[in-house]
Nanobody, 124 residues
Framework: QVQLVESGGGLVQAGGSLRLSCAAS????????MGWFRQAPGKEREFVAA????????YYANVVKGRFTISRDNAKNTVYLQMNSLKPEDTAVYYC?????????????????WGQGTQVTVSS
């Protein structure tokens, strides 16, 4: 059974940094595309970043490009999201998810497994 567990959320001031982690269990972690999505209060869930396995490529939403970095450690079955220069509009629940290789990484549909989410709050 696949399980994804996020951690690392919290409260940070604008301009600060956080690193989210997503630990995966079940299945062969290294084969899958891993993505991060977020959902702010009253808004739909949106794509943040994704990382494919082979070849390893990274993808970012325009609103986070240059500030966020996604990475993965296949030996630890973990994907990370380093978030720098945080803004109040980055406040949301952040979810990690897993999709089959070759999927459209920016849409929710291919992601068959999701974590429970971790809250990120950025104060102004």
């Amino acid at each position: 059974q696949v399980q994804l567990v996020e951690s690392g959320g919290g409260l940070v001031q604008a301009g600060g940094s956080l690193r989210l982690s997503c630990a995966a269990s079940g299945g062969t972690f290294s084969l899958y595309t891993m993505g991060w999505f977020r959902q702010a209060p009253g808004k739909e869930r949106e794509f943040v970043a994704a990382i494919s396995w082979h070849p390893e490529r990274t993808y970012y939403a325009n609103v986070v490009k240059g500030r966020f970095t996604i990475s993965r450690d296949n030996a630890k079955n973990t994907v990370y999201l380093q978030m720098n220069s945080l803004k109040p509009e980055d406040t949301a629940v952040y979810y990690c998810a897993r999709a089959p290789p070759g999927s459209d990484y920016y849409t929710e549909t291919p992601y068959g497994h999701w974590g429970q989410g971790t809250q990120v709050t950025v104060s102004s």
